[in-house]
């Protein structure tokens, strides 16, 4: 089906160049044959300008018409015109023709179709030039003389053409098909489909350009699918212990009041909590949510943050600390999306340190701009999970138990919060253990 599909598209691309082709080749024909026409139609020599100009120099240069044969017998151009010299009384000089029965001296009678050119010096006229109506054998004579190497130039070039334009052909027109192809599955829903890389730099800039939107069309699709089983996935527990609670209370299993209808609304705010922030997200990467940005203080930030979460710090026997803080650091930012950055980088080390760890903040200017890092000395992340940890619903706990609270979208809200702003954010292991996440706001963003 595929190599069907294929051969029909060459064909037409090929059947399309064809075209192209036939029509340069009959505009080359059409002016070859309106040439030949104009020469066998013309009565006029095309050497006349040849012709008249030498016979003006001759009269000059020998004060008369004595011996202006020599003109006409020296140059090979003029050597087989058939033409006729006539004096100022329009006697004959010198009769060119073939066949001709006037002798110099007698009287020249003009015949249809002939034409005179005056040979005039300083003024007067000297001389009159008759070019006769040629007859058509000396048309086709002159014809074959003049477009003879013009035809066989253009047979050999056409040739050449004809073989380089099938080359070209097959050289363009096979990446081309298959890229026509490759668009219509995907148009059609087959993500997968992929072309390889051949022909001219440009078709596989084109081809290589092509499988690039293929694999992003597929990943979108893939992450548009994983996102929906996860969002599914996330609001079925909510949904299911409130429908287990209220269900249980209707049947009489749980009083109307007391600890049933308490973990009931608790999964309420939990489900709430999940629906805002799946919109926060999705306005983050539409690049739609409103900032209000302003010069900000980050240490005024940093510390309400740290303020925060001292008691759960404290309730957990965990060190939470702001280790190092540079001075007047400055950055343009939304101090509102900042915090809520901060609280969920922060939140998250808490969520995922063993009691009696540690946490600490930093914030300092370097050479590339605003450096702030949350850290801690935990287990850290596998290497190969990295690269993940600022998707959807990614958690460190594969089981996705909730034990341990929170949406799993705190991270990958925070990574568009910033990028958004302008900055950029990253996380890397220690060597000796634990998680640094980095956000970094270059120099150009630190004044309005």
Known sequence: MMNNSVQKIRQRLLLLLGRAFMAVLFVILTIFLATLGFLLSSSRSPFQSSITESLTGYYLGQDGWDGVEKVFDLDYRLRQSPVVLLNSEQRVLLDRRTGSTLSPGEMY???????????????????VLVIP??????????????????????????????????????????????????????????????????????????????????????????????????????????????????????????????????LALEHTYVLERLIDDLRLLTLAEARQLQFDKRLMEVNDVIERVMAVFSAEAQEKNISLSFSEKGENLRVYVDPQRFEQVMSNLVGNALRYIHDGGRVWVTARETTEGVSITVNDNGAGIPNADLHFIFDRFWRKDKSRSRSSGGTGLGLAISKQLIEAQGGSIEARNYPEGGLQVEILFPSSDLTV
């Open 109 to 127: 009678e003009m015949g249809r179709g002939d034409v005179s050119i005056d040979i005039v010096v300083d003024g007067e006229r000297v001389g």
């Open 133 to 262: 109506s040629l007859p058509i054998y000396v048309r086709l004579r002159l014809a074959d003389g003049i477009l003879s190497p013009i035809g066989l130039i253009s047979l050999i070039l056409a040739l050449f053409a004809t073989v380089v334009g099938i080359l070209l052909m097959r050289r363009f027109v096979d990446p081309l098909a298959d890229v026509i192809y490759a668009a219509r599955s995907v148009a059609d829903g087959k993500l997968d489909t992929r072309i390889q890389t051949e022909g001219p730099q440009d078709l596989r800039s084109l081809s290589e350009s092509f499988n690039e939107m293929a694999a992003s069309l597929e990943r979108s699709d893939r992450e548009r699918r994983d996102m929906l089983a996860d969002v599914a996935h996330e609001l079925r527990t909510p949904l299911s212990v409130i429908r287990g609670r209220l269900e249980g209370i209707l049947d009489g299993i749980y009083p109307e009041n007391g600890s049933q209808v308490s």
